[in-house]
């Protein structure tokens, strides 16, 4: 079995910073392509950024310059930070990651949500 469990901190004024994490654990055999969604209220889930096994990124035009997604394959870890925090971006943050497990079955998992409220 496979869980991915986020962190941060979630709550920051405007221009502020914060990292997201999202740890996997369980039966992994490899993780593919991974990356990071939001939904802010009232509006359609937002792919923000994703960053493939090889390490390429790719950001949504919103958030380009100020959102960094990087991964630790040693501790099946990855981060999401993000810079010069508009209000804008007050949303819940869901990690996913496509994972093969060691039973050879591959699909996507995905963190239970963080919310991050960008407020004066």
């Known amino acids: 079995q496979v869980q991915l469990v986020e962190s941060g901190v979630g709550v920051v004024q405007p221009g502020g910073s914060l990292t997201l994490s999202c740890a996997a654990s369980?039966?992994?055999?490899?993780?593919?392509?991974m990356g990071w969604y939001r939904q802010a209220p009232g509006k359609q889930r937002e792919l923000v950024a994703t960053?493939?096994?090889?390490?390429?990124?790719n950001y949504a035009d919103s958030v380009k310059g100020r959102f960094a997604i990087s991964r630790d394959s040693a501790r099946n870890t990855m981060y999401l930070q993000i810079n010069s925090l508009k209000p804008e971006d007050t949303a819940v943050y869901y990690c996913?990651?496509?994972?093969?497990?060691?039973?050879?079955?591959?699909?996507?998992?995905w963190g239970q949500g963080t919310q991050v409220t960008v407020s004066s």
């Open positions: 996913y990651e496509h994972i093969m497990g060691s039973g050879g079955t591959a699909r996507n998992y």
């Open positions: 369980g039966s992994i055999f490899r993780i593919n392509a």
């Open positions: 960053i493939t096994s090889g390490g390429s990124t």
